[in-house]
Structures are given as C-alpha cells and as structure tokens.
C-alpha cells in the first residue's frame, strides 16, 4: 500500500498537484476537509461525532480524524494507497497516523513538502478579490479582472475580504507555519520526507514531484 503525504503551507500548491499525482499513481486523494464532509452527508457514527466539534467551531479530535482516515483506507478503491492532503497537520497527527497505519501492517511511503518561502505564500495568498454582487473570484496576477476594481461578469466592486489582507495571512502563516515544520522534522527523522521547490511553474513542480518518488517504493500506475 502507498500512502504519499502531500506537505505545504497554504497557497503551496499541494491542492493543484494532488490531482495529477493521483492520476499517475492510480490511487485517489483524501482530503480531511471533504472526508469530514462525507461523513456528515452520510450520517455514520464518526460522522455524527465529527459534526459536533465542526458545528461548535471546534477542531476534530485527532482519534476521530484518524478512525475516518482508516475507514476510506478500507475501500475497494483504496487498495493500492491513497494520498493524503491536509493531514497530518501537527506531529502529534503524523505520530498517531504512524501508529495506526503499523496496525495495519503498512506506513507513510512518502512524505513530499511542496516548500514556498513565507513571503510568497503570503503574496500568493492576499492577491485574492471578489465582487460584491456573486462572489466571482480574482486574483491580482494569475486571473485578474479585466479592468481594476471591477468584476468582468456584471461590473460591481471587487473587494477583499478581512481573511484574505496581508496582516492577517500573515498572522494565520505564523501559526500554521509552526505546526507544518514539526511535521516536515517528523518524516525528516524518519528518512521519507522529500522536498520540492515550489516557487517554479505548476508543471515543473509536477515533474520535480514525480523526481522526488524515484527510489522510495512508490509505483506507478500501469
């Protein structure tokens, strides 16, 4: 079983590599936020225990996060591995995801961090607009509105909302930064973390990603 860690502060890009990775491994992506989702939808018993911290503001217990993490494992379409994207979060997470993987005779193949310095992440991250009407999306550099200011599909204001300004990204980066670099030490130990520049073109990180699995056991889909 190949079970690929995808590693990245946000705005690193994990969200954007993990598809095409998924593709050429021939194992699907796991993402807590949409397997918390799904197990809310489907009302099972994690879920329904998972809605009660989400409802209150609250983060999910990590035993919780890891029960549902076991369960998607034992789908027909998880066999072969699965990656993870946006956990573990904290090394406490990637402790308790080792220990509960060695139960089942398996652990983390590969753990590849997708490394962008801070003040670009923050760029990359503040460069967010919106138009007041819809709620249509732009970006200063990689999909900017035709005219400054002004939404292309029905011309109201863009503005940017209070989570998307310089202060408190920054803020927010601070914090998560923090938990991500325990994590990156934890698979650093444990001789699995690779690490790809994630300042270069989206297809070039692509290819550095696919580099960074030579030797570690990953196999390719046929």
Known sequence: MNVVVLLGAPGAGK????PPLAARLGIPVVATGDLFRAAVRD????????RRYMDAGQLVPDEITVS???????????????????FPRTAVQAKALDVALAERGASVSVAILVDVPADELVRRMSGRW????AGHPYHETSSP????????VDGSELYQRADDQPTTIRARMDQQLGALAQV??????SGVLRTVDGLQPIEAVSAAVGAALAGTGVAMAR
Do not use: F, N
């Open 68 to 86: 549902l993490l076991l369960e998607r494992l034992a789908r027909p379409d998880a066999a072969a591995g699965v990656i993870l994207d946006g």
């Open 15 to 18: 969200g954007t590599q993990a």
């Open 184 to 189: 990156v030490e934890h698979y650093r130990a």
């Open 130 to 133: 919106i138009c007041r009407a």
């Open 145 to 152: 509105p035709r005219a400054a200011g002004i939404c292309d």
């Open 43 to 50: 009302g099972s018993q994690l879920g329904r225990e998972a």
